[in-house]
T-cell receptor
Framework: SQTIHQWPATLVQPVGSPLSLECTVE??????LYWYRQAAGRGLQLLFY??????ISSEVPQNLSASRPQDRQFILSSKKLLLSDSGFYLC?????????????FGPGTRLTVL | GNSVTQMEGPVTLSEEAFLTINCTYT??????LFWYVQYPGEGLQLLLK?????DKGSNKGFEATYRKETTSFHLEKGSVQVSDSAVYFC??????????FGTGTSLTVIP
């Protein structure tokens, strides 16, 4: 199965500061990659997904952006954080190809914007 | 479109009680169905899955059966433990690209 790494594990940032969260995947090649946000006590909100290098689909309009500079690297960014960006950010990956439809998740990054 | 509806929580049970968490789905085709578990402060872990009608997924004493006639995938466990306290998510995927998650059900098991 796949292993997904995320860092940092926790982050406290002031309003208006930039953001960069990184996700890397081991154990597969050419995966589909996803960024989700989970607000406190809430479900998962899909933010972005990518089917290949440089290919990003945005699900929700916001001040966040995503990039995929390498096959197994997925980055979530912001130029200026808002209070509402606080939450738990999860990176996920699925293998592509037949019979491989399970989504695997990283450990998450807890972001607090003050 | 595709969607997943799961029972509202939180659910509180005594140790060794029987657990059922309801999940129903709407899909245009023939999805795969999943249950994920999230322990406090962690990411989601796959608990079990079923890929076609009448399949039963099972893991760690948990079971769920893919019921196409009732569009359901209810999670059950015969005897819960304190260590089962977590948030449980039902999910579906038709293509392996898009996944649809329920809102999660929080379970607390008390000794």
């Amino acid at each position: 199965s796949q292993t997904i790494h995320q860092w940092p594990a926790t982050l406290v940032q002031p309003v208006g500061s930039p953001l960069s969260l990184e996700c890397t995947v081991e154990g597969t090649s050419n995966p589909n990659l996803y960024w989700y946000r989970q607000a406190a006590g809430r479900g998962l909100q899909l933010l972005f997904y990518s089917v290949g290098i440089g290919q990003i689909s945005s699900e929700v309009p916001q001040n966040l952006s995503a990039s995929r500079p390498q096959d197994r690297q997925f980055i979530l960014s912001s130029k200026k954080l808002l209070l509402s960006d606080s939450g738990f950010y999860l990176c996920a990956s699925t293998s592509t190809g037949l019979y491989t439809d399970t989504q695997y998740f990283g450990p998450g990054t807890r972001l607090t914007v003050l | 479109g595709n969607s997943v509806t799961q029972m509202e929580g939180p659910v509180t049970l005594s140790e060794e009680a029987f657990l059922t968490i309801n999940c129903t789905y709407t899909a245009t085709g023939y999805p795969s169905l999943f249950w994920y578990v999230q322990y406090p402060g962690e990411g989601l872990q796959l608990l079990l899955k079923a890929t076609k009608a009448d399949d039963k997924g099972s893991n760690k004493g948990f079971e769920a059966t893919y019921r196409k006639e009732t569009t359901s995938f209810h999670l059950e466990k015969g005897s819960v433990q304190v260590s089962d306290s977590a948030v449980y998510f039902c999910a579906l995927s038709e293509t392996g690209n898009q996944f649809y998650f329920g809102t999660g059900t929080s379970l607390t098991v008390i000794p």
